[in-house]
């Protein structure tokens, strides 16, 4: 009876967390400020919204180009730096990490990601809010811009 009565405690206790957690998701919100970080010269791709119902884990697929610029802004309803969306960039053919926003040597998430596709092709980009107190985000990704007087050179 004891031990029933401790499980009911632990289920009911855990959903005022839950409500608060869809309480404090405004992904609209998220999604202007990580819009608003677009640089001059670079174009919006693609949003990745992570609502609390998704898993804590999230594996997208997108393809690159290579030689492209890319930049991945990330902006999550948790606040603190040591928890919050950890993204990782991984190659579809032998998974290496290629890009991430999670800092190791200072255990906290980066709110942008640069890099540079070496190679045309299907990347997998995983969101993994497990670590996060609130799990509410949006990842932007944008690229640069072809500078129409390099591409006039190269033709």
Known sequence: MKKLLLGIFLFVSSLPTYAQNTQDCDLSVLYKKAMAQIDTG???????????????VVDNTIVMTAGKSYHLYVESADTDPHHGIIVQLRDETDKKIIATNFDANNKIMKHIIHFTCTK???YHLILDYSKAKIHCGVAVMSFRKENTETARKTN
Request: no cysteine.
């Open 42 to 56: 670079y174009i919006y791709t693609k949003s990745f919204k992570l609502r609390p119902t998704d898993k804590a």
């Open 120 to 122: 045309t092709g299907i």
